[in-house]
């Protein structure tokens, strides 16, 4: 019976993340879901297929930025919710052009933020004591962590590049609308995520594909950095979790527990490979070289996630090793959803490297 009756808007629907929330709300729940997304280059609409022709879903192409249209949307849904997770999210385009970083992650942020107040505002008093905004975020708010110790619900902001920056600007805005205005918002601030439908530029599907194809795999610096990986299915699960019994006013943190190095990622990603693909001669890890640093590349990211896992109840279900065998195995079956994006154009080459 989840949100039986329920309109919810997602916004970022069609890329990495917002489609595996569009499939477990679909697939799992009651709910209606209204897909709000630009389609920029990372939005991807056959992530959706398996929702096409379902009656509780419905897509609308919109920037969130455009106040005008979104006004609009929230008159003919008269939604119970907004999940806001439409954002420019790759950092090293940050690095190179920050610009629409700061629209669609702060202006975006506040234009959400400003209709959804609007249109509360104008709702019966049961109907604004059932809305939620829940506004999706990342760990690198927090800026990078030394050798040990956990980002917390308490640890202090501290972003190191265009897009965590962008991204902490956002979650200020939504906290100073639920303290200043009473919109009843939630923040979640999550690890890296991976799993099936991931844009090829990010480092695991990036290092699939090239794996595959016998390329060369190039690992940014020492290979050192560490990042504590979610699976997306997770992701999506802890996120509805929070819209239906989250705490009005608070941040949860999401993590699956699972830090590993980027050289460690990259060395499993290759010998999965070689079992399900194996390549004559000899083993994918001779494929690994170093290549010069991303600038400002935070050294560690490690989520403390007790928080939602003891108010909540939520678990990771994946642990590392069997989210990154189920990914391997499903970029190895389904070549046409990968292959259809490279044949857009999308050259699969590092950027962010400033000079
Ligand atoms: N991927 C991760 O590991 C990760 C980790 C932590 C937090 N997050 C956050 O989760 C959210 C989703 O991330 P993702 O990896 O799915 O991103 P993504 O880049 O795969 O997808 C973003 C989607 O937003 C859409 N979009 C961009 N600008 C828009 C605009 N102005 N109006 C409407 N739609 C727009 C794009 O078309 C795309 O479909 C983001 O807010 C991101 O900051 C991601």
């Given at each position: 019976?989840?949100?039986?009756?329920?309109?919810?808007f997602?916004?970022?629907?069609?890329?990495?993340?917002?489609?595996?929330?569009?499939?477990?709300?679909?697939?799992?729940?009651?709910?209606?879901?209204?897909?709000?997304?630009?389609?920029?280059?990372?939005?991807?609409?056959?992530?959706?297929?398996?929702?096409?022709?379902?009656?509780?879903?419905?897509?609308?192409?919109?920037?969130?930025?455009?106040?005008?249209?979104i006004r609009?949307?929230f008159e003919?849904?008269n939604p119970d919710a907004v999940?806001?997770?439409?954002?420019?999210?790759?950092?090293?385009?940050?690095?190179?052009?920050?610009?629409?970083?700061?629209?669609?992650?702060?202006?975006?942020?506040?234009?959400m933020l400003q209709e959804s107040l609007r249109y509360w505002r104008s709702q019966s008093p049961e109907k604004r004591a059932k809305f939620r905004f829940?506004?999706?975020?990342?760990?690198?708010?927090?800026?990078?962590?030394?050798?040990?110790?956990?980002?917390?619900?308490?640890?202090?902001?501290?972003?190191?590049?265009?897009?965590?920056?962008?991204?902490?600007?956002?979650?200020?805005?939504v906290?100073?609308w639920r303290?200043t205005y009473d919109l009843p918002t939630?923040?979640?601030?999550?690890?890296?995520?991976?799993?099936?439908?991931?844009?090829?530029?990010?480092?695991?599907?990036?290092?699939?594909?090239?794996?595959?194809?016998?390329?060369?795999?190039?690992?940014?610096?020492?290979?050192?950095?560490?990042?504590?990986?979610?699976?997306?299915?997770?992701?999506?699960?802890?996120?509805?979790?929070?819209?239906?019994?989250?705490?009005v006013?608070?941040?949860?943190?999401?993590?699956?527990?699972?830090?590993?190095?980027?050289?460690?990622?990259?060395?499993?990603?290759?010998?999965?490979?070689?079992?399900?693909?194996?390549?004559?001669?000899?083993?994918?890890?001779?494929?690994?070289?170093?290549?010069?640093?991303?600038?400002?590349?935070?050294?560690?990211?490690?989520?403390?996630?007790?928080?939602?896992?003891?108010?909540?109840?939520?678990?990771?279900?994946?642990?590392?090793?069997?989210?990154?065998?189920?990914?391997?195995?499903?970029?190895?079956?389904?070549?046409?959803?990968?292959?259809?994006?490279?044949?857009?154009?999308?050259?699969?080459?590092?950027?962010?490297?400033?000079?």
């Open positions: 019976m989840r949100f039986r009756g329920s309109t919810i997602v916004t970022g629907g069609a890329g990495f993340i917002g489609s595996a929330v569009v499939r477990h709300l679909i697939n799992d729940t009651h709910a209606r879901v209204v897909n709000i997304d630009k389609l920029t280059y990372a939005a991807n609409l056959d992530s959706l297929s398996s929702t096409a022709g379902n009656p509780h879903y419905a897509f609308e192409q919109a920037s969130i930025c455009d106040a005008d249209f609009k949307l003919k849904y999940m806001n997770l439409a954002a420019e999210s790759h950092v090293d385009r940050s690095i190179d052009g920050p610009d629409e970083f700061i629209q669609t992650n702060i202006v975006g942020t506040f234009t829940l506004h999706v975020s990342t760990d690198e708010v927090f800026g990078s962590l030394g050798d040990d110790g956990l980002f917390t619900e308490m640890t202090a902001y501290a972003p190191n590049s265009p897009y965590s920056a962008s991204k902490a600007s956002s979650d200020h805005l906290r100073a303290e939630l923040v979640t601030n999550c690890s890296n995520n991976y799993g099936p439908y991931h844009f090829p530029e990010k480092l695991i599907p990036h290092m699939i594909i090239k794996g595959l194809a016998g390329d060369a795999l190039p690992v940014y610096g020492d290979g050192k950095n560490i990042r504590d990986w979610l699976f997306v299915e997770d992701h999506a699960k802890a996120l509805t979790l929070v819209l239906e019994r989250g705490i006013g608070e941040s949860y943190n999401v993590g699956g527990r699972n830090e590993r190095t980027n050289l460690h990622v990259v060395e499993s990603i290759c010998d999965l490979l070689d079992e399900v693909s194996p390549q004559k001669g000899s083993n994918r890890r001779s494929l690994i070289s170093f290549v010069k640093d991303r600038p400002g590349h935070d050294r560690r990211y490690a989520i403390d996630a007790t928080k939602l896992e003891r108010e909540l109840g939520w678990h990771a279900e994946e642990h590392f090793e069997s989210g990154i065998e189920k990914t391997v195995h499903w970029y190895v079956k389904q070549r046409p959803w990968w292959e259809a994006i490279l044949e857009r154009g999308y050259a699969a080459s590092r950027v962010g490297l400033t000079h």
